[in-house]
Structure formats: C-alpha cells, structure tokens
C-alpha cells in the first residue's frame, strides 16, 4: 500500500454559517488550530498542480506531503482564509463554482455569502492555485451529456478568461463523478479531478478521482492529527462500493423526473 497523502476538503470558515452549510463550516479559531497542526506535522503542503505533475509521471513528491483544497468559494476565502493560510506559508487549492460568484451568476446553492469573480485573481496573488467547481454545482452523474459538457466546459472557460491562463483542475460537486464524469473531464482538458470519498488520497491515487478528508464542523484537532499521520481513514484507489453505485442510480432516476439537483 502507497503511503496516505492526506488531502483536506473546507468550505466556509465562518463564526455564523447559514444552516444548510453549518455541518460543513468551521470556526476561524478552529481553523487556525487546524493549519497550526498542519504545520507541526512536518507534511510539506503542495498544490494540486505538485500532486498532477506526480500522478503524471513528471516529478517526483516531496516526502509527507499534504494538500489544502477549498469548495465553492465562500465569502471569507479571498480575505481571512487566505491571509491564515499566508501566515503560515502554506498553499491551497480554491475551487470555484462560477455561477455562484459571478454577476449575474446562476447557481444550485442555496443563498450565502460569496466571494465574487473580481477576486479571483487576488486569491491566486496569496498563493491559492484555482480549480473549477463547475458553473451551477449540480450532481454531475445525473446530466445528460450535454449539460454535463456546458458544467465543465463553461466554468473553466471563466475561470480562464478571468485569470489568463489555463485552468487544469476539477472537483466534482460533493463528489459525484461516475466513468462517465471521468472520461468527460479529460477530454474537456482537465489534468486532474478531486472527489469526496472522506478518505486518505495516496501516490497511487487516480488522476481524475483523487480522494478528499471532507472537514465537518464536529471534527477536532485530534482528528486531523490522526489523518496527519496516515491513520483514521481508508487509503484510495479502491473501487465504488454497491450502495455507492445503487445511491447513482437512484439519483439519476430522480433527476430524470425533476431536473438538475443541487449537489450536497
């Protein structure tokens, strides 16, 4: 087994969450606690950009390492939760889901404070890399192929008008991917995607469906401590279990009915 590669999944880092993202939030003052142990573990933090360039076959890994990624792209990411992260020299991963930070936007989240496109680049200037989350955060493995498409076609073309270079990187809204997802990112140009999965990612992890720790308002210090040190988690690749496979199916069959469904 390939040593864990721990890869964090935040959100929002806010004192008052709305309720529907509360599970998914943290306090500044336990993600500070959070970074702190980061730090203190000896891991050496690295983009998702590092982990591609390995997973490729390009360069190697520093030894330990450990990755920072954010969802969606809520209000305090371009300023408090940037500038804990630029305290403590360590680089992250944003991914941003366009139709809910641009003017004019349409999203499937429900409301919240967003960060807007004008800051993008301000993100990538503390040392966030950007990734796509796609444009309305809908469950990817439900679409027709053609909504699929526009998903990860049009958020990246944004991103990469905005910023002025390309845009490489995905995450599948709450984890939702299929073969179908996967082989759909590829050929829209993505090097690499991050599922959920909440398990430990690891140098034999797949390119397009890396798996995520996704941090919960109940985890402790203790808990990332655990996952810092390889333990308290499976260790991907492994294959989709049976119930995982039938909750597709049965989404799908939802989807058909009702349309495009928020994915969370």
């Known amino acids: 087994m390939s040593p864990a590669v721990p890869v964090f999944l935040y959100h929002a880092v806010m004192d008052d969450p709305p309720a529907w993202i509360a599970e998914f939030t943290v306090t500044p003052r336990e993600f500070a606690a959070h970074l702190d142990a980061v730090v203190d573990s000896g891991r050496t933090p690295v983009t998702i950009s590092a982990f591609a360039d390995h997973l490729a076959g390009r360069a190697p890994l520093p030894p330990r390492p450990v990755l920072l990624t954010f969802d969606d792209g809520f209000a305090d990411l371009p300023g408090p939760t940037a500038d804990a992260l ?11 889901t366009t139709g809910a930070i641009a003017a004019g936007g349409r999203s499937l989240l429900p409301p919240a404070p967003m960060m807007s496109l004008d800051r993008v680049a301000e993100l990538e200037r503390s040392g966030m890399e950007i990734g796509s989350h796609t444009v309305t955060h809908a469950q990817l493995d439900t679409l027709t192929d053609r909504q699929l498409r526009a998903e990860l076609h049009d958020s990246k073309a ?4 905005t910023l002025g270079h390309p845009v490489p990187h995905l995450a599948y809204p709450h984890g939702y991917n299929s073969p179908r997802v996967r082989a759909t990112a590829a050929r829209t140009g993505y090097e690499t995607a991050t599922a959920v999965r909440h398990a ?4 034999q992890d797949e390119r397009y469906r ?14 990332v401590e655990t996952w810092l040190a390889g333990d308290g988690a499976r260790i991907a690749p492994y294959r989709d279990g049976p ?13 058909a009915l009702h349309g495009p469904a928020f994915a969370g």
């Open 86 to 96: 630029a305290a403590r020299g360590l680089p992250a991963t944003a991914y941003l």
């Open 200 to 203: 430990l990612s690891s140098e």
């Open 158 to 161: 944004v991103l990469e008008d």
């Open 210 to 223: 890396i798996a995520r720790l996704i941090v919960r308002r109940s985890h402790t210090v203790a808990d």
């Open 243 to 255: 119930k995982t496979i039938a909750w597709r199916w049965y989404r799908r069959a939802r989807t």
